[in-house]
């Protein structure tokens, strides 16, 4: 979670609060909570049944978050600029985002993955995730957003993932000790990464 403190002075919050500030006007976060999953769950349920032409670089990562969140943020699309907090964990300076997803983009290369052993091909999946949470390129919405970008290397690399067959604490607990270790989240998606057939 956000600290409160953190999160009341933010200039995504509705002032004395820490409600992000949403096209939806609402100001009881509980409820926003409960719209927000449902209307991005069914974008979601959208976007995993088509094919993105678009190149891998973070321009596809910010449409990815656009896609999901527009109808409820207005910084959907768009990087943070400001730094959070979630637990104990600070994410990557907001300065820095723009520099860092480049770097990490240029792992993703989906000519050399197609040809990597399963084995080192998950192991770059997991590198791929970690680094992208750690920077935590959005506000809000990042976990969604880039299971999905990994639904689709996956995808583009004849593999498929269906995030909801795993339990989504379970996705929660890895990623968070993947920050440290990534041994239990690499297990994770040897698990649940299916070639296609
Ligand atoms: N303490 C932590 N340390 C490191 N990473 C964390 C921590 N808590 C949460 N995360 C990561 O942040 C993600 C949640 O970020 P955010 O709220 O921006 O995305 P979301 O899409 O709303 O959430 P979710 O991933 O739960 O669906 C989690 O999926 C997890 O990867
Ligand atoms: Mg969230």
Redesign the pocket.
Same mark, same amino acid.
């Given at each position: 979670m956000i600290t409160m403190y953190d999160a009341i002075n933010s200039k995504y919050t509705y002032k004395g609060t820490d409600v992000l500030k949403n096209k939806l006007g609402i100001k009881d976060e509980e409820l926003l909570k409960e719209y927000e999953t449902r209307m991005v769950a069914f974008k979601i349920a959208t976007i995993s049944t088509q094919t993105l032409k678009m190149d891998y670089t973070p321009e596809r990562l910010k449409f990815i978050h656009k896609y999901l969140f527009e109808d409820i943020f207005y910084f959907a699309g768009e990087y943070r600029q400001e730094n959070i907090t979630? !637990?104990?964990?600070r994410f990557s300076e907001f300065e820095y985002i723009e520099d860092n997803i480049k770097q990490i983009f240029s792992k993703i290369n989906i000519e050399e993955m197609k040809k990597m052993p399963f084995k080192d091909f998950i192991i770059r999946l997991s590198y791929i995730m970690t680094e992208l949470?750690?920077l +935590?390129p959005?506000r809000? !919405?990042? !976990? @969604?957003?880039? @299971?999905e970008l990994i639904r689709e290397i996956c995808f583009d690399c004849g593999y498929v993932i269906d995030w909801y067959e795993i339990n +989504?604490d379970d996705?929660?607990k890895a990623?968070?000790k993947a920050?440290f270790d990534e041994t239990e989240q690499i297990k994770m998606l040897r698990r649940s990464v299916k070639k296609i057939v």
């Open positions: 979630k !637990g104990n964990f949470n750690v +935590h959005f809000e !919405g990042n !976990g @969604r957003t880039i @299971r +989504h996705i929660l990623s968070i920050v």
